[in-house]
C-alpha cells in the first residue's frame, strides 16, 4: 500500500497540470473566523482568490473589501496589489446581510504570483475592521501535507491513537518540510503514542528515531518527551 504522502503526491500531479487550482489552502492565522479561501487559481494572465464568508450576527451584519488588498510575503521584493474584487462591494460601501448564517462569495483579483512563491499573506490595507489571512500555503505537496496533519491531529484529540498513528509516521518517514512546526509535533508525537498503546518496545524505537533526525526545536521536544519517565533515561 502506498505511503498517505505519496498518493497525495500522485494525485497533485495529474490535477494540477492542467488547472493550477489550489482548494482550500492552509491558512495559518486570520483575523474574520468565518472568511475562508475556497480556492486560489493561478492562471496565465492573472491569479484568482474565491472568498467565502458567513454571517454570524442576528441583526446588521456587514462586508466589504477595500480596494487596498494586497499580498505580501519575506520572498517578494514588493507588494502584490489587487487589480479587483468581484460579487463584493468595495468599502465605503457594504453588503448588509439580511440574516444569521447568510453567506457570500467572492473574488479577489491579482497579477500572476512569481514561480516558486510558496507562502503569502493576504492584507487588506485599510484603517477600521481590516482583514488579514497570514501564512496561506501556495506549495501544493506542503498544503497537503498540513491537511494530513491536521487529520491526525483531529484523530489523536479523539483518542484514536492507531488511527493518528498512520497520518504522523507518515510525516516523519516522507516529509522534507524539516522547518515546520508540524514536522516536530508528529515526530515527538508517535512515542508518545506507542507509550500510551503500551507497545513500549515500538516507544523506545521511536524515541530513537527523534534522536536521530534534525528538526526545528529538536531540543524542546525532546524535553517535552521525557516529562514521561518511561523515556527520562532513554538514550
Not at 32 to 60: A, C, D, S, Y
Not at 127 to 132: L, S
Not at 161 to 166: A, E, I, N, R, V
Request: glycine fraction near 4%.
Amino acid at each position: 500500500m502506498k505511503t498517505i504522502l505519496t498518493t497525495i503526491f500522485i494525485l497533485i500531479i495529474f490535477t494540477s497540470v492542467d488547472s493550477q487550482i489550489l482548494n482550500k489552502p492552509s491558512v495559518q492565522v486570520k483575523s474574520h473566523p468565518t472568511l475562508n479561501i475556497i480556492k486560489i487559481e493561478q492562471r496565465e494572465t492573472e491569479t484568482v482568490f474565491f472568498m467565502h464568508i458567513v454571517n454570524r450576527i442576528k441583526e446588521g451584519g456587514w462586508f466589504c473589501v477595500d480596494k487596498n488588498v494586497k499580498l505580501t510575503s519575506e520572498s517578494l521584493k514588493d507588494d502584490i496589489r489587487m487589480l479587483r474584487s468581484e460579487n463584493i462591494e468595495n468599502c465605503p460601501t457594504s453588503h448588509h446581510f439580511t440574516k444569521i448564517n447568510e453567506s457570500v462569495n467572492f473574488k479577489l483579483y491579482f497579477p500572476p504570483l512569481p514561480k516558486g512563491l510558496t507562502e503569502v499573506n493576504l492584507i487588506e490595507d485599510c484603517a477600521d475592521n481590516c482583514f488579514y489571512m497570514n501564512g496561506i500555503v501556495l506549495d501544493m505537496v506542503l498544503n497537503n501535507e498540513i491537511k494530513s496533519f491536521d487529520k491526525g491531529f483531529s484523530l489523536y484529540s479523539k483518542n484514536d491513537f492507531k488511527g493518528s498513528l498512520q497520518y504522523f509516521t507518515d510525516i516523519r518517514d516522507n516529509s522534507i518540510h524539516t522547518d515546520r512546526k508540524h514536522y516536530g509535533y508528529s515526530i515527538y508525537i508517535i512515542p508518545v503514542i506507542y507509550h500510551k498503546l503500551g507497545e513500549f518496545d515500538a516507544a523506545k524505537r521511536a524515541f530513537k528515531k527523534l534522536l536521530e533526525k534534525d528538526f526545528k526545536d529538536k531540543e524542546y521536544f525532546i524535553e517535552q518527551v521525557r516529562k514521561i519517565d518511561f523515556f527520562k533515561n532513554l538514550k
